[in-house]
């Protein structure tokens, strides 16, 4: 064997031996326990270790896309040196769209049961209409419509991006808890994106008073009752850095989600998009 293809071999073991299944199936079961936890939450405000799933699962939808980078360029080194690909790289199946009412084969359990919408003016419904500065509006009646927060989300960024602050008001109040909940789960990896467009760079550090120029007025404007700390600490996520040091009191848990469902279609709006499709989005590869 030439030193070539010694070193193309071992390039392809370093490539099989990345743990890209492994944190698959960590991320299918993080999702499938923050879908348990949003369920259990339908009638209590308390957090109950949501924010903290949420965030594990940014983590790791991270991870898994630096993992599948780093099998593209490897592949693309044994192509620059003349020994191409023997088959693609091990790298597992392809992970399923972030759907949180999806449940994929490997799931023994089962698909969860989904009540059917009978009640109104729950704490969710109460809170948006404190965030909005509505809270002598009438509840609306659920929109059995709307069951999944990838739909809510389509919906709250079309009435953002329209302007219609009562269209939002309302479709955030239609829905259980559950569903509004789960906006604080797959807004995140969408305003990822829609932030390196707005930059032309994954967004950083250094870009985070750039993105509260752009944004916060606007969320303002929107939701005037949002309290500000939540905003800041949704942004510094986007950045990839640490929340805020100083002590804040802990926001309700409905602020959060509200605040990245509102965020992600005010970028849209910013960047002049019409539509973009929650489940369709693939990782961009910004090191090019």
């Not at 939701?223 to 929340?243: A, H, I, K």
Request: with cysteine; charged share 25%.
């Amino acid at each position: 064997m030439s030193i070539i293809e010694e070193l193309g071999a071992r390039v392809r073991a370093a490539s099989d031996e990345l743990p890209v299944e492994l944190v698959i199936k960590a991320l299918d079961h993080l999702k499938l326990a923050s879908e348990r936890l949003r369920w259990v939450r339908q009638e209590s405000a308390d957090p109950m270790g949501v924010p903290e799933l949420s965030a594990a699962t940014e983590h790791l939808e991270t991870a898994g896309h630096a993992l599948r980078l780093a099998q593209d360029q490897f592949a693309t080194y044994l192509a620059a040196i003349g020994l191409g690909r023997d088959g693609p790289p091990a790298a597992g199946p392809e992970r399923p769209p972030a759907r949180p009412g999806a449940r994929g084969p490997a799931d023994p359990s089962g698909p969860v049961r989904r009540a059917a919408p009978a009640r109104t003016g729950g704490w969710w419904s109460v809170r948006v209409a404190e965030l909005f500065d509505r809270r002598d509006t009438p509840a609306p009646k659920p929109d059995p419509e709307i069951t999944d927060p990838e739909e809510l989300l389509r919906r709250v960024t079309s009435g953002v991006r329209s302007g219609d602050r009562t269209r939002l008001h309302t479709e955030l109040r239609a829905v259980e808890a559950n569903v509004g909940l789960g906006l604080a789960s797959v807004a995140p990896p969408m305003l990822r994106d829609l932030a390196a467009e707005l930059l032309g760079h994954p967004p950083r550090a250094a870009d985070l008073p750039r993105l509260r120029r752009e944004v916060t007025g606007q969320v303002r404007d929107l939701v005037p009752n949002l309290p500000p700390g939540v905003l800041d600490t949704l942004l510094s996520r986007v950045c990839r850095m640490p929340p805020p040091k100083e002590p804040v009191e802990q926001p309700h848990p409905a602020d959060p989600a509200v605040a990245a469902g509102v965020l992600t279609g005010l970028l849209m709006r910013r960047l002049g998009l019409d539509q973009r499709p929650v489940t369709a989005r693939a990782p961009r590869d910004t090191h090019a």
